[in-house]
């Protein structure tokens, strides 16, 4: 299936109450590639992620999934279509062990990861499968949001700053999955500010200016538009 039109946002525009944040946003994202957003702070980025999800206030526009439009859903009735949303503040229940934030998400697709491939994913996780939530590292609450959300059976994953604030080591290792996930056919859309990170993963990036998807670049482009990029990022 890899090629066709996984999500498509068309005109689409988000309310948090009166503040009107996405100003039209518009792009695709194919089934099995992996797309970054990019932009300055404010820009629209996390308030992209969450109303595709469902989760801002007011919403008008266009969210095709897989073919059917969702602008009215709920997010529950949005997760069952295979969709996955791993939040910058992570929302690790901190009463619960790692192994029942684990098994806390529903199933809302086949094929998601077991236990065992989890764990053979992330053995930090396995080592702290018993420690509660708010003992575990910065890190490794971060494996465990994104762990989290495999479980689900989820296919298109929602990233929001998965490697802000964490040490090299774990941001090399979290890139190692999202290039694992990406060969097991996952689609991606991630937004980051480390644009190293993103640069490294990412087949286009789409650069988010006032609510608006602006500059997009492919891969092979990015040398040749580095310049503009930093103007407009600020980087």
């Not at 236990?115 to 053979?120: A, G, N, P, R, T």
């Not at 994913?121 to 499968?129: A, D, G, I, Q, T």
């Not at 590292?137 to 998965?162: H, K, N, P, V």
Request: glycine share 12%; hydrophobic share 40%.
């Amino acid at each position: 299936m890899s090629g066709t039109e996984y999500l498509r946002v068309t005109g689409l525009h988000a309310f948090y109450g009166e503040s009107h944040i996405l100003h039209g946003m518009d792009f695709s994202i194919d089934r099995g590639e992996c797309v970054s957003l990019l932009g300055r702070n404010g820009a629209g980025r996390t308030t992209t992620l969450r109303a595709i999800m469902g989760l801002t206030g007011r919403r008008t526009g266009s969210i095709m999934v897989n073919g059917t439009e969702t602008i009215h859903w709920p997010p529950h009735r949005i997760a069952r279509l295979g969709l996955g949303y791993c939040p910058e503040e992570r929302g690790i229940y901190a009463s619960l062990s790692c192994e029942e934030n684990l098994l806390m998400p529903p199933v809302v697709a086949s094929g998601g990861m077991t236990l065992e491939e989890i764990y053979d994913l992330f053995p930090n996780l396995k080592e702290r499968r018993h420690s509660q939530g708010t003992r575990m590292s910065g890190g490794e609450q971060q494996m465990l949001a994104l762990a989290r959300i495999l479980r689900t059976g989820a296919r298109l994953l929602l990233l929001d700053e998965i490697s802000e604030g964490l040490a090299p080591v774990i941001v090399e290792r979290l890139a190692e999955v999202i290039s694992l996930l990406k060969t097991r056919g996952y689609t991606i859309l991630l937004v980051e500010q480390n644009f190293h990170f993103a640069a490294s993963l990412a087949d286009r990036m789409i650069v988010v200016e006032h609510g608006r998807a602006g500059l997009q670049l492919s891969q092979n482009e990015l040398a040749d538009k580095k310049e503009a990029l930093q103007e407009l990022l600020g980087v």
